[in-house]
Every structure is written in structure tokens, then in C-alpha cells.
């Protein structure tokens, strides 16, 4: 089984910068689309941003392009996400989760099925 663990979040002045890591126990990692997504209290889930299981697609959010940024080492079964320009907006948990390969981005963010394991989640908070 997959287990995917999330790191790199905290508190953070607006217009500050973040980078997110989600590392999997598993050399399978390499198999899946791995997404982001995040929660606020009250809100429902958004899938954040998506990457392709050899990192050559990738999907935003159009609340966060520009200014997040998806990327993956395979070799290290690691998934990043570098967010720049932070809001108080984007306050939230974060979470990844992996899908099968076949599971495009789009797909993976816009429908959040699909998904075979989820991560516990790390807290960002964007407040001065």
C-alpha cells in the first residue's frame, strides 16, 4: 500500500512563499498522477494542482496559476509544490493523492476520483 506523507507547510505572510512535499513509501509512486488539494473550513475541497506520473503534464487551478508551481522527482518518490505570491485565500490544508497513471491531470483535479491513497494533510496559513 501507498503511504504519502505531506511537509512544508506553516504560517506565512501574505505575499510570502511556500514549498509543499509529498513523499510516498513506495517505488510504485512512479505509477501515478499525483495531485494537490486543499480544504477550508466551511468550504468544499479543490483539487490545486496536478502532475502526470513522468511529470510532463501538469494542471492548475485557475485561482492559483501564476503563481503555484507542480513538479516531481521520481527518483526520490517526491511531489512538490512551490507556491510564491501567498493569500490569505489560500489558506488551508493541503493534501496529495495519487491516482492510477492512466488518470489524466485534468481529470485527477477537476473530479477528484479516482484517487487510490490519500495523504494526512498539512496545515498553510497565510495571515499577517
Known amino acids: 500500500q501507498l503511504q504519502l506523507v505531506e511537509s512544508g507547510g506553516g504560517l506565512v505572510q501574505p505575499g510570502g512563499s511556500l514549498r509543499l512535499s509529498c513523499a510516498a513509501s513506495q517505488f510504485t509512486f512512479v505509477y501515478h498522477t499525483i495531485g494537490w488539494f486543499r480544504q477550508a473550513p466551511g468550504k468544499e475541497r479543490e483539487g490545486v494542482s496536478c502532475?502526470?506520473?513522468?511529470?510532463?503534464?501538469?494542471h492548475y487551478a485557475d485561482s492559483v496559476k501564476g503563481r503555484f508551481t507542480i513538479s516531481r522527482d521520481n527518483a526520490k518518490n517526491t511531489v512538490y509544490l512551490q507556491m510564491s505570491s501567498l493569500k490569505p485565500e489560500d489558506t488551508a490544508i493541503y493534501y496529495c493523492a495519487a491516482a492510477p497513471r492512466i488518470t489524466t491531470v485534468q481529470g485527477l483535479c477537476e473530479n477528484g476520483g479516482a484517487v487510490d491513497y490519500w495523504g494526512q494533510g498539512t496545515q498553510v496559513t497565510v495571515s499577517s
Open positions: 502532475i502526470s506520473s513522468e511529470g510532463d503534464s501538469t
